[in-house]
């Protein structure tokens, strides 16, 4: 029997139209716990550190460690949450660096060493090697928080914070670190060269931190509304020699019972301000993944924090009061413009009556007012998880083979 009478066409059974792994529509993207345990497994050995990258990884976590016993030290014996809150805006800013720019070059970098069209070959699906990737990029974000553990439950002892809303501002930071190394990961699907998508991811991460930041103030005057204040000064140039000396003397001597005010010359002077409407797109802020951290971690009311157990409210703290402020937006005062009648406190001083003056009770009750605002967490979580969700999706549909399209250049094995 020759070799073509071994052929299944040549004995009268039909060669099957498809591999039976290979369907028509793609390799199945559905990821199996299996799966994405042997990918996540395998992507941990392949990337092991260099020595470069330990240095790299050592110097990180001394900066982190130093500062936040710098700031241990630095500070009082009092309940304070400045370590604490060094410590969680350092590791969110080591897992922003670091776990993107890993997972930045995990797909296009197996492309061009040959090694990603055997694993899209094997039983493994699509959603497998893409949540695989994913976690093993992670996984080393997670090591540096590991790795501060010592530091963060001294600093945690010092701060009046309670056990759950720690773990919930960890989840949070985990979830920004997650969604960064997703958007790392899509654009390394996305862009052929490993450079090209190191600099997209970071540029993403950077627009979320930073753009979002400079959208909100640029954005302000389009939401502006004018204001005019009208003042009414004592108008000095236009006073006599003798006028002049008896308004200094009563300014010198707080003496004004003496000094003739229906007489001064007063000027009126007005000016024009934009006051901005910034309850209006307070959204853009709470987008930025810092404020939304911010808005997950403890309220603490400025005006009672100590007989709460609390320490004084820190920078997340602030944040939270500072946001809280642009949510509620401008005031009925605001709006209406402020007036300041110097003639009018001369004249009351004169008859001895105390000049009208700004009510700090309402000052102090309006920062109280913005402490214990409630917080709106929504808008960035709901953002990073649409993210996170978009990323992983294009993350497996281009992992799904056979492709359509190649990029010009890609090395498929």
């Not at 406190?345 to 009770?361: F, I, K, Q, S």
Request: with cysteine.
């Amino acid at each position: 029997m020759t070799l073509v009478d071994q052929h299944p066409a040549s004995a009268g059974v039909p060669a099957p139209a498809s591999s039976p792994r290979t369907p028509a529509g793609g390799n199945p993207w559905l990821p199996t716990p299996r799966g994405v345990w042997l990918v996540t497994g395998i992507e941990l050995r392949r990337r092991r550190p260099t020595v470069k990258g330990w240095i790299f990884y050592g110097l990180v976590l001394a900066v982190i460690l130093g500062l936040g016993i710098l700031v241990a030290v630095s500070s009082s014996d009092e309940k304070t949450s400045g370590p604490l809150e060094m410590v969680l805006v350092l590791v969110l800013g080591a897992g922003m660096l670091i776990a993107p720019s890993l997972a930045a070059t995990s797909i296009n970098g197996d492309s061009a060493e040959g090694v990603l069209a055997p694993l899209q070959m094997t039983r493994l699906t699509a959603g497998d090697l893409a949540i695989g990737k994913l976690l093993a990029s992670w996984f080393i974000a997670f090591a540096v928080l590991v790795t501060t553990t010592p530091l963060l439950v001294y600093a945690f002892s010092r701060s009046g914070w309670h056990w759950d809303e720690l773990a919930i501002v960890l989840g949070a930071i985990l979830l920004v670190v997650l969604t960064s190394t997703a958007i790392g990961l899509a654009w390394s699907s996305l862009a052929a060269r490993a450079v090209a998508s190191v600099s997209l991811a970071h540029l993403t991460t950077g627009f979320l931190l930073l753009g979002t930041l400079l959208a909100f103030v640029f954005v302000q005057p389009l939401v502006s509304e004018t204001v005019t204040d009208v003042n009414r000064y004592v108008d000095y140039g236009a006073m006599t020699p003798e006028q002049q000396r008896a308004y200094e003397d009563a300014q010198m001597t707080g003496d004004f019972s003496e000094l003739d005010v229906a007489s001064l010359p007063c000027m009126e002077y007005s000016s024009q301000y934009g006051v901005a409407h910034t309850d209006r797109i307070a959204w853009m802020i709470l987008a930025n993944p810092v404020v939304m951290i911010g808005e997950v971690s403890p309220i603490i009311n400025a005006e009672t924090y100590e007989k709460d157990g609390r320490a004084a409210p820190g920078v997340f703290a602030i944040m939270h009061a500072t946001v809280s402020g642009w949510r509620m937006g401008p005031s009925e005062e605001d709006l209406a413009g402020r007036t300041y009648d110097e003639c009018a406190n001369l004249a009351a001083m004169a008859a001895g009556e105390e000049p009208p003056m700004m009510d700090e009770g309402d000052w102090e009750a309006e920062q109280e007012a913005m402490s214990v605002y409630a917080p709106a967490p929504w808008v960035g979580l709901g953002l990073q998880i649409a993210l996170l969700l978009g990323s992983v999706w294009i993350v497996i549909s281009r992992l799904r083979v056979p492709y359509k399209k190649l990029r010009q250049g890609t090395r498929v094995a």
